[in-house]
């Protein structure tokens, strides 16, 4: 079964702080994905990536950057966080792009921009 | 503007009973559609899922309706138990998209009484 680590678990940080977000999977998987989760929207792609180095915009980019260091290795990057941004982040990783294939996703990072 | 629908956002059901969720989307090109299931503290994982080929997709005791021509599906979940309890995702992608962009529906939250 894929093995997807987030980490922190949850982070507090003020208006204006940087925050970076780290997920881990260890299942050689070539895709990850960044999602946040709100009530009222469900899920929603913020970045993904099909290798190391490369970086694909999802669906709300803005406010958001994100690395693909390693095919392990997939980190989220606020550099100038907002209240709006307080959310829960959820890393996903899948085999291959496209078809029918099953995101394994993380168990989330709870994440408080006072 | 939400692509994919889900309603209702919450269903509380008795033990035994049948719950009934219901889900539309907006895209004719979507062909894919899996169900997540999310439960508190956890990552969602994918439950079933089907082809816009078939109407109908069983496994145990969980089975998906689809209707191509009005664009809507629903998840049926049988016999209910107090540990269906959790959040299910609708999601939709187009299977020669790349990257397997799901894109997830607003969820429905399902308790289910003993």
């Known amino acids: 079964e894929a093995a997807v680590t987030q980490s922190p678990r949850n982070k507090v940080t003020v208006t204006g702080g940087n925050v970076t977000l780290s997920c881990r999977q260890t299942?050689?998987?070539?895709?990850m994905y960044w999602y946040r989760q709100d009530t009222g929207h469900g899920l929603r792609l913020i970045h993904y990536s099909y290798g190391a180095g490369n970086l694909q915009i999802g669906d709300v980019p803005d406010g958001y950057k994100a690395t693909r260091t390693t095919q392990e290795d997939f980190f989220l990057l606020l550099e100038l966080a907002s209240p709006s941004q307080t959310s829960l982040y959820f890393c996903a990783s899948s085999d291959v792009g496209g078809g029918q294939n099953t995101l394994y996703f993380g168990a989330g990072t709870r994440l408080s921009v006072l | 503007q939400q692509q994919v629908r889900q309603s209702p956002q919450s269903l509380t059901v008795w033990e035994g009973e049948t719950a009934i969720l219901n889900c539309s989307y907006e895209?004719?090109?979507?062909?894919?559609f899996p169900w997540y299931q999310q439960f508190p503290g956890e990552g969602p994982a994918l439950l079933i899922s089907?082809?816009?080929?078939?109407d109908k997709k069983e496994d145990g005791r969980f089975t998906i309706f689809f209707n191509k021509r009005e664009k809507k599906l629903s998840l049926h979940i049988a016999d209910s138990q107090p540990g269906d309890s959790a959040t299910y995702f609708c999601?939709?992608?187009?299977?020669?998209?790349?990257?397997?962009?799901?894109?997830f529906g607003i969820g429905t939250r399902v308790l289910v009484r003993p």
């Open positions: 299942n050689s998987h070539n895709y």
């Open positions: 089907i082809l816009s080929v078939s």
């Open positions: 999601a939709a992608s187009m299977t020669n998209s790349a990257g397997n962009k799901l894109t």
């Open positions: 895209n004719s090109a979507f062909d894919y």
